[in-house]
């Protein structure tokens, strides 16, 4: 079992950035690659950025590309979520998430473990 905590979520003005940040606990030692998701109000989850377990496998979605980078420390058991040039679209509840493979997915259905969310507020 892995346990998910998001924090870094808050109110930025348009053209800001923000560091998500997300621990984890439990089961860490077992390879487990992380994603982030998002849902505004009214839409779906969807799939914003994942890393493998080494972090050398990134995946972004195409939406996001040349925004957001997602990093790694398995030491410290964190993934963060470094987010730039913010619009008021990304304004959604930002998910990290685990499953239990080395290599990440893009797909929510992919993923076993969930955090409970950090919102993100982009407004002027």
């Known amino acids: 079992q892995l346990q998910l905590v998001e924090s870094g979520g808050g109110l930025v003005q348009p053209g800001g950035s923000l560091r998500l940040s997300c621990v984890a606990s439990?089961?860490?030692?077992?390879?487990?690659?992380v994603g982030w998701f998002r849902q505004a109000p009214g839409k779906d989850r969807e799939f914003v950025a994942a890393?493998?377990?080494?972090?050398?496998?990134?995946d972004y979605a195409i939406s996001m590309k040349g925004r957001v980078t997602i990093s790694r420390d398995n030491a410290k058991n964190t993934v963060a979520l470094q987010m730039n040039s913010l619009t008021a679209e990304d304004t959604a509840v930002y998910f990290c998430?685990?499953?239990?493979?080395?290599?990440?997915?893009?797909?929510?259905?992919?993923?076993?473990?969930w955090g409970q969310g950090t919102q993100v507020t982009v407004s002027s």
């Open positions: 890393i493998s377990w080494s972090g050398g496998i990134t």
């Open positions: 998430a685990a499953r239990g493979f080395n290599w990440p997915g893009t797909n929510e259905y992919e993923y076993a473990y």
């Open positions: 439990g089961r860490t030692r077992s390879g487990y690659a």
